[in-house]
């Protein structure tokens, strides 16, 4: 007896039999111009049978979720045209999803390397494939005709790919004109359909992303339905690109990352140092000031501490290999959470002690694959701006409120003012009782709303020890970033048993809260790097001042400005090297020297300086002690 499904769209509910396609249904609806629809979180184009009812959401053009539809299938189009170029049995497809702005396809090409000046042609011969208008067809296989299909198209990445495929999942292939492709979906109806698209990089990515598996090429796209969007999104991409702090990290000396001591290890060099020092000194400051207390831990733990928290159960693909001393098995901490857990536990705590709140600069190392590192934005080995809380329930409002607003006074010291916040609930395999969610849940709620900020709610997008406030900044260029967390632990207070003597003289079983402000000081910095353009505000400059001195004879007088100002806790440097001054000033600006001070004839009579800065242009001319004033006034106020 054929099951029927119950479908509902656009307030009309009908059954149909299982199989039945969306176009299907649309047709019988009187839906035109759909591209596709969706069905929950999953986007399904017109051609994909129906297995499961619900409410069905038609996606036109204009919907968001259609140009995931246009990506998926421009990453076909230009698989395709790789084929038609290089060969159908010499060009094996890896994976070709879609990303924020378009796709990617890896891909390995046999006697050909793919570089950026492939891509015009690869471009041209989209274009040709779009205009030849193919329609583009889904078609369900067997096992061993999937298998069939790709060993005759030696298509070995296709063949892994088939399997890993759990026994009872659909394999599914797409067709257009001669070309085929193992693919889940969704796609457009044709080929003529897509819009606008730009093939932008190539990079190198390992299949699977390990680093033991071939290196594939991975060709990106960018796609918009038109031109006019694609532009727009290519000129941000221009911006992005002069803001890219790799590029920055190595023209302002800050970092570099060296493949002899290991990838993703990031070494400080003396400018960045400087700067980190300010940063830190800031930070445990300002812990210091809001009733903190700093400690300290090891890089390094028994395995018997990991097995207690459950990292080396859940979590050991993501640690370094222990290393085994005098019987013994140690692993580098992946997170600070035990350690501090330890402290709290080294005397008994009374709930007149609570809250504890127990934060470190403790530098966790983690493995990630090779092929997801990103100069500072993801590491191997970085410092997390880490704390726990620990409290009693009576005082989990006043802990989330005063917590949330340190964070967000962190980030505006940091110059971002526009904030998104999300709230993450109760996942289905949550633990802890109901009576701690709920408390912990409307904190978080109550901490946002009286601080005076909005906020999403992540339905079901907390982990299952705990919901959370994630909070993200917008950058110079509108990018989200990921920065402060505040997250509920329910879990490690019963694995470590943490406990405090009660009014009641009884043990009780505290809350316990992990806290990131910055994320990372790595991270962060990347995301600082990009927001300012390397041009960092005064008060983290590592070098605040550069005095250029127009002659020798100038030179002594550019010192004794530099006592002065050195005197006063500015960070200066006299550049007095046997430079034209032109190339000087250039030099400085070059490096992001917030401000730079000339003194010549003219300055030496008045003992002033003229001051140049980097944001602002030409100052003009001022004594020391006002120029030393309207700094302090800067650093002071954090510009």
Known sequence: MERMLKIKVKGQEIEVPEGTTLKEIFERLNIEGALGGKIGDRILDLQT???EGGEVKPIFKEDPESLEILRHSLAHIMAQALKEIYGTTKVHLGVGPTTEDGFYYDVE???????????????????EIIKRDYPILRKELQREEAIKLFQDLKEKYKLDIISRIPPDEVISVYEQGDFVDLCKGPHLPSTGKAGAFKL????????????????????YGM??????????????????????????GRELEFFMIDDTIGA????????????????EDYLREIHLERGYQLVYTPHVGKSKLWEISGHLECYKPNMFPAMEMEGEEYY?????????????????????ELPVKLAELGTVYRYEMSGVLHGLMRVRGFTQDDAHIICTPEQVNDVIRETLDLALTVLKDFGFDDFKIYISTRPEDAIGSDDQWELSENALRKAVEDLGYSYEIDEGGGAFYGPKIDVKIKDAIGRLWQCSTIQFDFNLPERFDMTYIGPDNQKHRPYMIHRALLGSIERFTGVLLEHYAGLLPVWLSPTQVRIIPIADRHKDYAKKVYEKLTSEGFRVEVDDRDERMNAKIR???????????????????QDTVSVRSKREGNLGSMSVEEFAQMLKLKVERKE
């Open 49 to 51: 049978p129906l297995r």
């Open 109 to 127: 090409v046999e006697g050909h390397r793919i570089t950026e000046e492939d891509l015009p042609k690869i471009e041209e011969k989209m274009r």
């Open 200 to 219: 932008t990089s190539i990079s190198g990515a390992y299949w699977m992303g390990r680093a033991d598996q071939p290196q594939l090429t991975r060709i």
């Open 223 to 248: 796609a918009f339905w038109t031109d006019k969007e694609l532009r727009q999104r290519l000129r941000f991409y221009e911006e992005a690109k002069k803001r890219d702090h790799r590029k920055l």
């Open 264 to 279: 993703g290890l990031v070494i400080w060099l003396p400018r960045g140092a400087i700067y980190r020092k300010i940063l």
């Open 332 to 352: 580098v901490k992946p997170m600070n959470c035990p350690f501090h857990i330890a402290v709290y536990k080294s005397k008994v705590r009374s709930y007149k």
């Open 587 to 605: 030099d400085a600006e070059l490096m992001k020297i917030p401000y730079v001070l000339v003194v010549g004839d003219r300055e030496v009579e």
